[in-house]
């Protein structure tokens, strides 16, 4: 299933993972929870991504694991990079070294990342989805 194409119930006939099969690498987007971030989960780079934003408030949250090409793993991990050399690695669960910059720095990440444009997935393939 391509995630362009998905709706939220369509969970329910993908393959749920385990969340303990897998490791959370970091988060990109947060919000009273992770949002979105990258998982390895056997050996492979995967994009997590909330099925249903709608339901933010709700205790456990739904995610897509959506497989990313080599380019747009290269970009995700270039803007992981950027942000944790300006702005800290409170939101990486890797073994790097842990540092939070001074606020004069976040900007040389938050002002290229204003000008991102946003990564298009919809044609990206589900593989499956975890509860957290």
Excluded at 59 to 76: P, V
Excluded at 92 to 115: G, I, M, N
Aim: glycine residues 6%; proline residues 3%.
């Amino acid at each position: 299933m391509l995630l362009g194409q998905a709706k939220p119930d369509d969970y329910k006939v993908l393959k749920q993972i385990c969340i303990d099969e897998s490791q959370i690498l970091w988060i990109n987007d947060y919000y009273d929870g992770p949002l979105q971030g990258i998982v390895e989960l056997n050996g492979k780079r995967l994009l997590f991504d909330m099925i249903d934003r709608d339901l933010l408030g709700q205790k456990h949250r739904r995610f897509w694991l959506i497989n990313l090409n080599r380019k747009q793993l290269a970009e995700e991990q270039k803007w992981h990079e950027l942000f944790c050399k300006n702005v800290g690695t409170h939101l990486d669960y890797t073994d790097r070294e842990r540092h939070t910059a001074l606020t004069s720095e976040c900007h040389k990440f938050y002002d290229p990342y204003k000008e991102r444009k946003e990564p298009d997935y919809s044609q990206n393939e589900i593989v499956g989805w975890f509860l957290m």
